[in-house]
């Protein structure tokens, strides 16, 4: 069986024939797509280093088949930069240092977008509670929260909702 | 790349086989540094480049650092016991002062000054007679310097870049997802590979490895989309396939038969076993006279310290990419160890270690070993096999299981006091590590799979203090699983016995904790940080614990302190660190909750404040996450995490408040932080809860179980707490319904001894039925399109593709085998294929199956053909079908015969159970209701057969009738629930929601279509809205005045014990069920409390999903949900299902 969906992803329309519909998002993305900001981590949603936001929300993009995606619109870490300019989130993550390896970084930045829309001001309680189920291995959380209520900050200044411009 | 350039001054060093370089000054004035090691996702990188901007006065953004590629850095060894900077780093300060010497030396003469006048300057040399970049004085004249070990550097008091803190020059392009992790990387060409690894997850040793694949089914795979290969060396095996998706999908179908290894040593009592496995005892220590000193001593203790296996853990699977480039291999690989996996690689296809080339990018952060250079094999056997660079991810399952483990560690410690001061003490300890074997060479059997020991167990293994008589043993042994250095290696668990079994004899001696170390230490070095700890750390010093309590919490403070020893004993010091900890302790529940964590810590000369205290950060929350919640568990063959469900890591709700000292010392040389402060962890952490509790925790995790056992809380029964609000009523048998797949399977006997007595009675009198000859069915042609109009729809009502299809086969076509108690039955062609399928079936023929459940051919069919409700449809709805059903594609496909256990196998039999329960009356329409209600009706009992599933059945497996009818049953593992009667009432079920839920799947907040009657829901998408609301409005009319019953409130009612359980469902199931984010878009739309599955009479349905998961159809808005069969054993499911039934529906049978 053989479809075709249609969804945009960061701003651009794209078409992807599926001649597998178990076939995942981030299967599709990474590899269709050439977008590796989403990482695969546990393929079980346990984790969140593949999240992206479909529609605004954030999804763990191991467990979406890419079918579902039909008439979405998809925004991954790629997709939040302004050109050469990153996204607040962006900017408050790499001025506070919320990464060592980085892997889980694309599921923290994009957890911490759609937390900040749904709360722009979050207490540290608030971020540990969001955080809760993306995990990191290097013990970086503390740098991560650190990382958030400065974003929370910079997008407040900035007066960027949500994941901003597109 | 790495040779002299026309242009360039380098610094080389001659191994005797080749030149390696360590720096280049390019004529643009920018400079490359190579270093053997790698980033491990630390910010080694830029530490290294302010090394070398210090030395040569170069801005940051000129210096360019290459790690761990072959063919460009040093052979410097693994990237292990924290040398980067304290090691291979010194030969890069010297050749930076080297070029920059030199860079004078030219000025000088460039500027006609004297060498003593020239200043150099962010990449600049002057002189009061002007200036020039070092990109003018390369210009034009290359030089290549041999590297001085000797050549003076710069004096600390002089750094301007070493010792501030640095941005990482990583993250920018992390944070936007450009930045190319090894598993980011593609090469043309590039196809997928998938590994099968055997069954004996995680072992490296036994005659078995190497020797267990019997063989595989390569044809039943390789018509599979995109296959290209299957490639098997000894116990290797894999396939390749065009994509990645194609390639999993290929090897979980691919049929395998493995040889079933021996069993595990009995794990659970992990002391008592590695200390019966063979080992060899060095001394280490053995000052003074240990049996002397400890009959002397007027106080003596002996105690054992366990630690458990740990999993590394990295975030993402290990990956590699090879290119077998015409036999000059290129590997892309996230390797720890670039220069000795080469090595292996040379080994494993028999090529010199110069003929592959490894280029090395960053991937997830590893800890230790992880299955990276395992991966670098799978990638390159595979690459030589198709001639096509390869790809090879692997499962987080397979990097779990096979990743070698963090060893366990048994620490046997006894010693004593005399007058107060600390006399004896011997330690034997025991660490089944090696330096783990690749996994590619011993899979292949390049490698024998022999017990290997090695000699790592050592580290810190000498106590710090002043005691005259010690015996310090290690055992040298070799792995039990599969095992090598994680972070803190050996030391973590020696401190972790060293520094609980010091706390222990100062409360002994009651002495002050931190007092009566510091009276046992004499270097002014280790006492400064001691004292300087305790004092900004808020030491509150006691001779006792104090058991400060607030409720149900108690409260505690600990100490510990460790010099990190690495290398070949005696080994080199890296950083100091010392632990001031705050715990609180659940004095019902065992949970222990780390709050705060102060580090003092001792680095000699700081290159990157910042860069340490995020090491000290890091350090801190892993090994707090590993001391508290991990522990790898064993099957009787097997390691069994394989995913975090089953070795959850600390949260962010759980990880500690971490405030940090770094003592100034820019005199002394640069010491490794990457471990330092994870040593003194676990002791700092246990003595804490002795604080708390008065309890010695002396095997780690200190998780709720073991806390609980130690402080005497025993669980009740049931699993809840003391005092927790509800009680479950226990599962009853007599409260369970009949069903066709649970309950009478037990009852098979019973059933066979009943149909046999009525069998002998009768059966013979029923004859089969008469035949009815074959004819040619009208052409497709003759039948109107309205008639086919109605036809698909009663198709679709009547779900009868999803039973007519088998799974992967052509539709409508058959071959789905339907499992009963009574045997197996395998649905049939519904195509007009003339010789397998309709095509033959008259009107009259089909009509007659249809009604009375008897095939053309004069046979009985089985009565899990639906015939008893479909017997009550109307003619026209049966010529629409049957006129629907002879358009449909014909595809020859013959009906496998069923195999059914006697006396069910004999066909008259059916025509019995037919006397017996088939009632062939068409429906009556009820009068007094409206038209919408009678065709409501129609479509639930007849066309839409909804009794087959809903109704629960009596022990000859027919449906029951009048008030047990759609009370609900569970068929094929999945829970039909009652639609009608009380329970359906109680359920909540209503008009709207019986609508919402037939018409698009999904009753918002309330009940969402999954397994089975998510297809029926798919299917029913082609019926007009006025059928749906006409089967909404009858369901709902035949509902009794029964209210909705109050929903399980999980945060207010039963709080579950924290067990094993409990954190599988927190790591594997809350996540979409307990979202963190409500908006998440992957979360279950239904809460559980609200979940049919979870409130029927019993687990089985539950269990199914957790199982299988739910693939929503795509025409509906459903979501899916992953199946757990892979990740979870049958024991954890069922304690799974259990948890989450007391959890969310305690007052369900």
């Known amino acids: 069986m053989s479809l075709s969906v249609e969804f945009s992803v960061n701003g651009r329309s794209v078409a992807v024939g599926l001649d597998d519909p178990r076939r995942t998002l981030l299967d599709v993305l990474r590899n269709d797509l050439g977008l590796t900001g989403p990482k695969y981590g546990c393929g079980l949603a346990q984790c969140g280093s593949c999240t992206v936001l479909v529609d605004e929300a954030p999804a763990r993009a191991c467990v979406l088949r890419a079918a579902k995606a039909e008439g979405m619109r998809v925004v991954t870490l790629e997709g939040l930069a302004d050109g050469e300019v990153p996204h607040p989130v962006q900017q408050a993550f790499v001025e506070e240092t919320g990464a060592q390896c980085g892997y889980c970084l694309n599921g923290m930045i994009m957890t911490t977008i759609a937390l900040l829309t749904e709360n722009p001001d979050p207490s540290e309680a608030e971020i540990r509670s969001a955080l809760r189920h993306n995990l990191c291995r290097c013990g970086t959380h503390r740098e991560i929260v650190a990382s958030v209520a400065k974003a929370a900050r910079l997008m407040r200044e900035s007066g960027t909702r949500g994941r901003g411009r597109i | ?1149």
């Open chain 2, 1 to 1149: 790349m790495s040779g002299t350039r026309a242009e360039a001054i380098t610094v080389y060093r001659e191994t005797g086989t080749h030149r390696e370089t360590f720096l280049r000054l390019d004529a643009d004035g920018s400079l490359t540094a190579f270093n053997g090691h790698v980033d491990l996702g630390t910010g080694i990188e830029t530490a290294l480049a302010q090394i070398v901007a210090e030395e040569l006065d170069l801005p940051l953004g000129q210096v360019r650092v290459v790690l761990g590629d072959t063919a460009h850095t040093p052979n410097q060894g693994p990237t292990i016991a924290s040398e980067t900077i304290q090691i291979t780093a010194v030969p890069l300060r010297h050749g930076a002062a080297q070029i920059r010497a030199e860079l004078v030396a030219r000025a000088a003469l460039r500027l006609n000054a004297p060498a003593g006048e020239i200043e150099t300057i962010e990449g600049e040399a002057r002189s009061a007679n002007g200036s020039v970049t070092y990109g003018e004085l390369v210009s034009g004249e290359a030089a290549a310097l041999a590297l001085d070990p000797g050549a003076p550097v710069k004096a600390p008091g002089d750094y301007r870049i070493v010792g501030r803190p640095v941005p990482r020059v990583d993250l920018p392009g992390k944070a936007l997802g450009r930045h190319v992790y090894i598993h980011d990387v593609t090469v043309p060409g590039m196809v997928h590979g998938h590994v099968v690894r055997p069954p004996y997850h995680g072992r490296e040793a036994g005659d078995f490895v190497g020797h267990s694949l019997l063989g595989y089914d390569e044809a039943a795979v390789s018509a599979m989309p995109g296959f290209i290969a299957v490639v098997r060396e000894a116990d290797f095996l894999a396939v390749v396939a065009e994509r990645e998706d194609q390639a999993r999908a290929i090897a979980e179908a691919l049929p395998v038969d493995w040889r079933m290894p021996p069993d595990l040593p009995e794990m659970r009592s992990l002391a008592d076993t590695i200390r019966c496995q063979p080992a060899t005892a060095r001394a280490c220590d053995r000052s003074g006279d240990f049996a002397r000193g400890i009959d002397e001593c007027d106080l003596r203790a002996a105690r054992t310290y366990v630690w458990p296996y740990h999993l590394h853990g990295s975030i993402g699977p290990s990956v590699s990419i090879a290119d077998w480039n015409g036999g000059r291999p290129i590997l892309w690989s996230g390797t720890q160890n670039p220069h000795m996996l080469r090595a292996d690689l040379a080994r494993l296809v028999d090529l010199a270690e110069e003929d592959i080339e490894i280029r090395r990018h960053q991937a997830a952060g590893c800890y230790g070993r992880n299955c990276a250079d395992d991966v670098g094999a799978d990638a390159l056997l595979l690459a030589r096999a198709v001639g096509r660079p390869v790809r090879v991810q692997l499962t987080r399952a397979q990097e779990h299981l096979w990743e070698p483990k963090g060893a366990a560690q048994v620490m046997d410690v006894e010693g004593g006091l005399l007058g107060g001061d600390l006399h004896a003490y011997s330690l034997d300890t025991w660490y089944p590590s090696n330096r783990a074997t690749n996994l590619g060479l011993l899979l292949t059997r390049r490698v024998i799979a022999e017990p290997r020991p090695s000699d790592m167990g050592d580290r810190t293994i000498v106590p710090p203090y002043r005691i005259p008589h010690k015996a310090i043993t290690v055992h040298d042994m070799a792995p039990i699983v599969r095992a090598a250095w994680m972070r803190g290696v050996s030391a973590l668990p020696n401190t972790f016995a060293h520094e609980s079994f010091v706390d222990e004899m100062a409360y002994e001696a009651r002495q002050d904790p931190v007092d009566f170390r510091l009276r046992h230490l004499d270097d002014p070095r280790t006492r400064t940080l001691i004292l300087r700890t305790a004092e900004e750390g808020g030491w509150e010093p006691r001779t006792a614990p104090r058991r400060r309590r607030e409720g149900r919490m108690a409260y505690g403070q600990g100490f510990a302190y460790a010099t990190y020893v690495h290398g070949t004993f005696p080994g080199t010091a890296a950083a100091a660190a010392t632990w001031v900890c705050d715990v609180a302790v659940d004095m019902e529940t065992g949970e222990v909750q780390l709050t705060r964590v102060f580090v003092g810590q001792d680095q000699g000369l700081v290159i990157n404040p910042d860069g340490v205290r995020h090491q000290i950060h890091g350090n801190v929350n892993q090994t707090a996450s590993r001391v508290l919640k991990e522990e790898v568990s064993f099957e009787e063959i097997t390691v069994t995490p394989s995913s975090w469900a089953t070795y959850p890591l600390a949260t962010f709700e759980e990880v500690p408040r971490i405030e940090t000292m770094l003592v100034e010392r820019a005199e002394d040389p640069a010491l490794g932080v990457g471990e330092s402060a994870a040593v003194p962890a676990a002791a700092a952490i246990a003595n804490a809860i002795f604080d708390a509790t008065g309890v010695r925790m002396r095997e780690a995790p200190f998780t709720p179980e073991r806390m609980r056992a130690a402080m005497g809380i025993h669980r009740r029964e049931d699993g809840r707490l003391q005092g927790s609000a509800d009680h479950a009523p226990r599962l009853s048998g007599a409260m369970k319904p009949a069903t066709w797949f649970g309950r009478l399977r037990s009852k098979g006997i019973g059933l066979a001894a009943v149909l046999g007595g009525t069998l002998s009675l009768g059966a013979l009198a029923l004859p089969i039925q008469r035949a009815i000859p074959p004819t040619s069915a009208p052409p497709a042609s003759s039948f109107s399109a309205e008639l086919l109009e109605k036809g698909r729809q009663v198709f679709a009502a009547g779900n009868c593709g999803d039973c007519h299809t088998a799974p992967g086969g052509a539709p409508n076509a058959g071959g789905l085998e339907i499992v009963t108690p009574y045997g197996t039955i395998h649905t049939t062609n519904l195509t007009p294929d003339p010789e397998t399928g309709l095509g033959r079936w008259s009107l009259e023929a089909f009509e007659r199956a249809m009604r009375h459940g008897i095939s053309r051919d004069g046979t009985h069919l089985y009565p899990a053909f639906p015939y008893t409700s479909f017997s009550k449809m109307t003619d026209d709805d049966i010529f629409a079908l049957y006129a629907y059903l002879q358009t449909l594609e014909p595809v020859a496909r013959e009906t496998a015969r069923a195999e059914m256990v006697f006396p069910a196998n004999l066909r008259p039999v059916n025509a019995l159970w037919n006397a017996l329960h088939h009632d062939s009356a068409p429906i009556e329409r009820h009068p007094a209701r409206g038209a919408d209600w009678n065709r409501g009706r129609y479509l639930v009992e007849a066309t839409g057969h909804c009794s087959a599933c809903h109704s629960p059945r009596n022990l000859l497996g027919a449906e029951k009738t009048g008030k047990a009818a759609l009370t609900g049953s569970l068929v094929k593992g999945w829970y039909a629930p009652a639609i009608a009667g009380d329970a359906a009432s109680a359920f909540g079920w209503s008009e709207e929601r019986y609508y919402a839920y037939l018409r698009t799947g999904l009753a918002e907040g309330f009940a969402s279509a999954s397994g089975p009657m998510a297809d029926v829901v798919a299917n029913l998408k082609a019926l007009p809205d006025e059928d749906i609301r006409a089967m909404a409005t009858y369901l709902a009319s035949a509902l009794p005045n029964v209210p909705e019953a109050r929903l399980a409130d999980p945060a207010a009612a039963a709080r579950p014990m924290p067990d094993a359980t409990h954190r599988i469902f927190e790591s594997a199931c809350a996540t979409c069920h307990e979202p963190a984010l409500a908006s998440l878009a992957t979360a279950a739309t239904i809460p559980l409390s609200r979940s049919a599955a979870i409130r029927s009479p019993d687990d089985e349905a539950l269990k199914t999903v957790i199982r299988q998961g739910i693939e929503a159809p795509l025409a509906l808005a459903g979501r899916d949900m992953p199946g757990f069969a892979g990740e979870l054993t049958e024991g954890q499911i069922a304690d799974l299902a259990a948890y989450v039934r007391m959890r969310y529906a305690p007052a369900s049978p």
